[in-house]
């Protein structure tokens, strides 16, 4: 009898040394450093189950056995709460951490730019090339209505999603703006605010600039001159599809276009191109100048001038300057 329960005794012992061992290597696996050699990048389908999303961890070397993965889960109780999406998986990072990044969520940002200037069809074009993105653009916004800015998204967001956001930006950045205009502006609604700055946007490049170049078109407007502005042809030309392929010619400044302000008197007859947010300060809120001119001065910005006299010898001095480069 000694003896029989002198051999119970040695089992349950040994019995309960082995499972010892067996949780405190089911433990080691679970919260242990996993195989992961380096961050990895990969993407979780929508529609995919827990069994292939384990394969597709273990195929990238996430996890190293897609079993114990599906096991994780199931005891966890979180087989319904895995989210598709795309994730960096950091080295050596664990099992247990790996089901829980899947809870929480993609963690993968990704960034569009829309440079100031744009023209909305050339807006949609990039959103259409950025990766990531599903659908497609409906139809191409009306010019002035998206504002230039980085954005972020997350893979297999929608582009049509993103186009609202830019709009909306765009609004509510021209509602605060509005409301700090400056007094005494010789246009009178939003819209034309839009369109003056999408004209200075498109005049110059240089952000200090864009105040100087908006006063310009500000004292020709008060003085019922023409703004005489060579993007407003270049868009009337093009239709804000793109860029124009050859310089201007005198030809082009006679076109027959709402757009040419060559032509028309007063602003043209909408944006032609999305305005940032610097341009739109820069004609709510102009500097007070006397300049009525300004030509390109050779160094990337321009000369400002407050005669016609002035500006020609201007003019005469940047054609100098092209044909010295040119020569």
């Given at each position: 009898?000694?003896?029989?329960?002198?051999?119970?005794?040695?089992?349950?012992?040994?019995?309960?040394?082995?499972?010892?061992?067996?949780?405190?290597?089911?433990?080691?696996?679970?919260?242990?450093?996993?195989?992961?050699?380096?961050?990895?990048?990969?993407?979780?389908?929508?529609?995919?189950?827990?069994?292939?999303?384990?394969?597709?961890?273990?195929?990238?070397?996430?996890?190293?056995?897609?079993?114990?993965?599906?096991?994780?889960?199931?005891?966890?109780?979180?087989?319904?709460?895995?989210?598709?999406?795309?994730?960096?998986?950091?080295?050596?990072?664990?099992?247990?951490?790996?089901?829980?990044?899947?809870?929480?969520?993609?963690?993968?940002?990704?960034?569009?730019?829309?440079?100031?200037?744009?023209?909305?069809?050339?807006?949609?074009?990039?959103?259409?090339?950025?990766?990531?993105?599903?659908?497609?653009?409906?139809?191409?916004?009306?010019?002035?209505?998206?504002?230039?800015?980085?954005?972020?998204?997350?893979?297999?967001?929608?582009?049509?999603?993103?186009?609202?956001?830019?709009?909306?930006?765009?609004?509510?950045?021209?509602?605060?703006?509005?409301?700090?205009?400056?007094?005494?502006?010789p246009f009178k609604t939003p819209?034309?605010?839009?369109?003056?700055?999408?004209?200075?946007?498109?005049?110059?490049?240089?952000?200090?600039?864009?105040?100087?170049?908006?006063?310009?078109?500000?004292?020709?407007?008060?003085?019922?001159?023409?703004?005489?502005?060579?993007?407003?042809?270049?868009?009337?030309?093009?239709?804000?599809?793109?860029?124009?392929?050859?310089?201007?010619?005198?030809?082009?400044?006679?076109?027959?276009?709402?757009?040419?302000?060559?032509?028309?008197?007063?602003?043209?007859?909408?944006?032609?191109?999305?305005?940032?947010?610097?341009?739109?300060?820069?004609?709510?809120?102009?500097?007070?100048?006397?300049?009525?001119?300004?030509?390109?001065?050779?160094?990337?910005?321009?000369?400002?001038?407050?005669?016609?006299?002035?500006?020609?010898r201007n003019v005469a001095r940047?054609?100098?300057?092209?044909?010295?480069?040119?020569?």
């Amino acid at each position: 009898m000694g003896r029989l329960l002198a051999i119970l005794a040695a089992v349950v012992i040994n019995g309960g040394l082995l499972i010892a061992i067996f949780g405190y290597l089911a433990l080691r696996a679970y919260e242990g450093a996993g195989p992961l050699p380096t961050q990895k990048r990969m993407v979780i389908e929508y529609g995919t189950g827990v069994p292939a999303i384990g394969r597709e961890l273990e195929e990238a070397g996430v996890v190293s056995d897609a079993r114990l993965f599906r096991l994780a889960v199931r005891l966890e109780g979180k087989g319904d709460e895995l989210k598709a999406g795309e994730y960096d998986f950091p080295a050596e990072i664990s099992l247990a951490q790996t089901v829980a990044a899947l809870v929480r969520g993609p963690n993968v940002s990704r960034r569009i730019t829309v440079p100031e200037g744009l023209t909305s069809a050339q807006v949609v074009l990039l959103i259409e090339a950025a990766d990531g993105l599903r659908g497609h653009v409906s139809e191409i916004p009306p010019e002035g209505t998206l504002l230039p800015e980085t954005y972020s998204y997350t893979w297999n967001d929608d582009r049509q999603a993103i186009v609202r956001r830019m709009r909306q930006a765009m609004d509510q950045t021209l509602a605060e703006l509005w409301e700090q205009r400056a007094p005494d502006l010789p246009f009178k609604t939003p819209e034309e605010a839009v369109t003056m700055a999408s004209i200075v946007e498109k005049e110059t490049g240089v952000a200090r600039e864009r105040p100087l170049v908006a006063s310009v078109f500000m004292n020709r407007l008060r003085r019922g001159m023409r703004l005489q502005s060579d993007p407003t042809v270049i868009y009337a030309l093009t239709a804000g599809k793109g860029p124009l392929d050859r310089p201007l010619t005198r030809a082009d400044w006679q076109v027959d276009s709402p757009y040419n302000t060559y032509v028309v008197a007063g602003l043209p007859a909408g944006p032609i191109a999305n305005p940032g947010r610097e341009s739109l300060q820069a004609v709510l809120n102009p500097v007070d100048s006397d300049y009525l001119y300004f030509v390109a001065d050779g160094s990337g910005g321009h000369a400002f001038a407050r005669s016609l006299d002035e500006h020609n010898r201007n003019v005469a001095r940047w054609r100098r300057v092209r044909d010295s480069v040119a020569n």
